[in-house]
Every structure is written in structure tokens, then in C-alpha cells.
């Protein structure tokens, strides 16, 4: 089982709260990204990162933000929490053969 | 852009019949990879494909990749109530480094 780590698990948050979603993994792993999915849903992916200093966006709009000032550490940032970022938020990492190692996800829900 | 279409969107069997689940690319895939996501869970990485006409098999799964990479297929033989989720098939995005394009999964259900 890779090690790739998430917090929180749960957030219950009022509409335009700032909150920031953590995720860690301790395999070196260059690659890593952030992904949206609802329940039942397929995977988007709204960031990436290549290494550090290095981010992109994915192809789902997102009005989050992310940083990748460490290797192991790859943030994303909400400024403003809204119900329509009511969703499941799953971080993943890859290494050189591309399979991804995704963490267990934090589940967001905006009142 | 380039896509995968993932067929059927759910499938319901009685445990001890077979599954397959198929991934379809209008355009020739460089690899195929297989994630299987529990109800509740993460997706979990199962398998990667990239010869034309491969085919690989853990246990009860057998994975294909077509002759002409452009589709492949996840067979479980005998299905069990431990097969439940839902599963994914992927694609990396060629020199887009890492990035994948996931199909929109194929949900299975085991009637005990």
C-alpha cells in the first residue's frame, strides 16, 4: 500500500470560509495531483504538479488554488468555500511508470 | 481532446457469474491502466497495459489491450461480494507527463 496522506477525512464548512486540504506522500514521487469527484462520478482532474514550484491546472475548472513548495506536500487552497464545492476531493501521486497512488480522499460538504 | 468511453455504466450479477467491463479510445492508446474503487474508497491501481494484444491475468482478472490499442477489457471470472466497486480504466496522455484520462467507470454490484 503506497503512503499518501489526507486531511482532514471530513469537513463540514460555511459558505465563505478559507480552507486548505493537505496532502502528504513519503514516496518520493515527482508527479502529483489533485482530483474532484462526486459520488458515483468519474475523476476530474482540476491540478497537477510535475515537481516543486511546478503546478498546472487540469482540465476541470476549479476555483481552488494549489502549491508544491516540498516535494512530499501539495496543498489546495479554497478562498471562499461554496455549496457547489460540496464534492470528494482525492490527492494522488505517480511515479516514473505513471500508476497513481491516490490518498484516502477528503470529503467536503458546504453549508 | 482525447477520451475513453467505459461500458456498461453498471452492471448487477449474481456472485458466481462472470463480469466484463470494456474501455473504448477512438484513437490509438499509448497504455491502459485498470483502478478498482471500493464504495466509500479511493481508487486503487490494479494493472497496466501497453503491448498491443496483451493480456494479463491476477487471479480472477484477466486484462485486455486490444490489437490495435484501442480498446481493452477487465473480465472477472466467478464473481465474489469482495468484487464490489467500481471500476476505472485510464489512460496517461503520452508526453503530457503523468497525466490521465479516466473513463466514467463501470459500477458492479454481487447479489450474494
Known amino acids: 500500500e503506497a503512503d499518501i496522506y489526507q486531511t482532514p477525512r471530513y469537513l463540514v464548512i460555511g459558505t465563505g470560509k478559507k480552507i486548505t486540504l493537505e496532502c502528504s506522500q513519503t514516496m518520493g514521487h515527482d508527479k502529483m495531483y489533485w482530483y474532484q469527484q462526486d459520488p458515483g462520478m468519474e475523476l476530474h482532474l482540476i491540478h497537477y504538479s510535475y515537481g516543486v514550484n511546478s503546478t498546472e491546472k487540469g482540465d476541470l475548472s476549479s476555483e481552488s488554488t494549489v502549491s508544491r513548495i516540498r516535494t512530499e506536500h501539495f496543498p489546495l487552497t479554497l478562498e471562499s468555500a461554496r455549496p457547489s464545492h460540496t464534492s470528494q476531493y482525492l490527492c494522488?501521486?505517480?511515479?516514473?511508470?505513471?500508476?497513481?497512488?491516490f490518498g484516502p480522499g477528503t470529503r467536503l460538504t458546504v453549508t | 481532446g482525447q477520451q475513453v468511453m467505459q461500458i456498461p455504466q453498471y452492471q448487477h450479477v449474481q456472485e458466481g457469474e462472470d463480469f466484463t467491463t470494456y474501455c473504448n479510445s477512438s484513437?490509438?492508446?499509448?497504455?491502459i491502466q485498470w483502478y478498482k474503487q471500493r464504495p466509500g474508497g479511493h481508487p486503487v491501481f490494479l494493472i497496466q497495459l501497453v503491448k498491443s494484444g496483451e493480456v494479463k491475468k491476477q487471479k480472477r482478472l484477466t486484462f485486455q489491450f486490444g490489437e490495435a490499442k484501442k480498446n481493452s477489457s477487465l473480465h472477472i471470472t466467478a464473481t465474489q461480494t469482495t468484487d464490489v466497486g467500481t471500476y476505472f480504466c485510464?489512460?496517461?496522455?503520452?508526453?503530457?507527463?503523468?497525466?490521465?484520462?479516466f473513463g466514467q467507470g463501470t459500477e458492479l454490484s454481487v447479489k450474494p
Open positions: 485510464a489512460t496517461g496522455m503520452g508526453n503530457q507527463g503523468g497525466k490521465l484520462i
Open positions: 494522488a501521486s505517480s511515479s516514473k511508470t505513471y500508476e497513481q497512488y
Open positions: 484513437t490509438t492508446l499509448s497504455n
